[in-house]
């Protein structure tokens, strides 16, 4: 039995120190593996942690625009969001359900997003080159893996509905994680562009998939007290510039000690 949590729309920054939080507990054994649903309340670029902020956002475009710059703790790409996408983290132990084989995660966790589709009526296949959800030919699920502590994180998100214009003005390279195309109009599908637009529904669809799939029954749930506080100090690390500028000003040094 897995905890399930939607907490709906939060903050962003919020959402990275949340999920780190829960995936520490799980870990440690404190607190039940969990299927997490989460929506960011205004726009966010969720960076992958091994990413440089110069190669990837236009970070001015950003600071001018609200637009907060959130580097996770898990690797992947870079990926804009905003409150017309499902956002979910399923936190497993290390030695759990979720396979140790990156790849074979991936296949078991986006199981749960294909059915989903396929309950809704949209359909989906598992795009394992850029750990992607397709639906008609077009991506409409990205995701990023990632292990520590003892646990195993794989987060994504399923569009509802995007914004592309918008996030062609945040990203540098909004093409970089799809199949070659001209623009991302052309390679990202939405439920809204298939005319699907009950959240709810989509929901309980997407719930129900990743248990299935993972083989599992979950139950709702709260955030514990311990999961609270660990997250209200890790939000002091993602809002730091330092944090979120990690790699460009590793990248810098590098760069003055060759010189």
């Given at each position: 039995m897995w905890r399930f949590l939607d907490l709906d729309k939060i903050d962003g920054f919020y959402s990275a120190a949340i999920f780190e939080s829960i995936g520490r507990n799980v870990g440690a054994g404190s607190s039940r593996e969990t299927i997490l649903f989460w929506r960011v309340r205004s726009p966010v670029v969720y960076l992958g942690f091994h990413q440089c902020v110069e190669d990837e956002v236009n970070a001015d475009y950003c600071t001018d625009n609200n637009i907060g710059i959130v580097r996770r703790i898990l690797g992947g790409g870079c990926g804009f969001c905003n409150e017309d996408q499902i956002l979910y983290s399923i936190i497993g132990r290390d030695e759990g359900i979720i396979p140790r084989d990156i790849q074979e995660a991936y296949r078991k966790v986006l199981g749960g997003v294909v059915n989903a589709l396929t309950a809704l009526?949209?359909?989906?296949?598992?795009?394992?080159?850029?750990?992607?959800?397709?639906?008609?030919?077009?991506?409409?699920?990205?995701?990023?893996?990632?292990?520590?502590?003892?646990?195993?994180?794989?987060?994504?998100?399923?569009?509802?509905?995007?914004?592309?214009?918008?996030?062609?003005?945040?990203?540098?390279?909004?093409?970089?994680?799809?199949?070659?195309?001209?623009?991302?109009?052309?390679?990202?599908?939405?439920?809204?562009?298939?005319?699907?637009?009950?959240?709810?529904?989509?929901?309980?669809?997407?719930?129900?998939?990743?248990?299935?799939?993972?083989?599992?029954?979950?139950?709702?749930?709260?955030?514990?007290?311990?999961?609270?506080?660990?997250?209200?100090?890790?939000?002091?690390?993602?809002?730091r510039t330092d944090w979120i500028y990690r790699m460009d000003h590793k990248r810098d040094m590098r760069k003055k000690r060759d010189h």
């Open positions: 009526g949209a359909g989906g296949v598992i795009e394992p080159a850029r750990n992607a959800v397709y639906s008609r030919g077009r991506k409409i699920s990205g995701n990023a893996q990632g292990r520590f502590d003892g646990a195993v994180l794989v987060n994504g998100s399923l569009l509802l509905d995007f914004d592309f214009e918008l996030m062609d003005r945040v990203l540098k390279n909004p093409t970089k994680n799809l199949r070659p195309v001209t623009c991302a109009r052309d390679g990202m599908i939405t439920l809204c562009d298939m005319g699907i637009s009950d959240v709810e529904a989509v929901k309980k669809a997407l719930r129900h998939g990743f248990e299935e799939a993972l083989g599992i029954r979950s139950q709702e749930g709260m955030l514990t007290v311990s999961e609270s506080k660990q997250a209200a100090i890790l939000m002091d690390k993602y809002m």
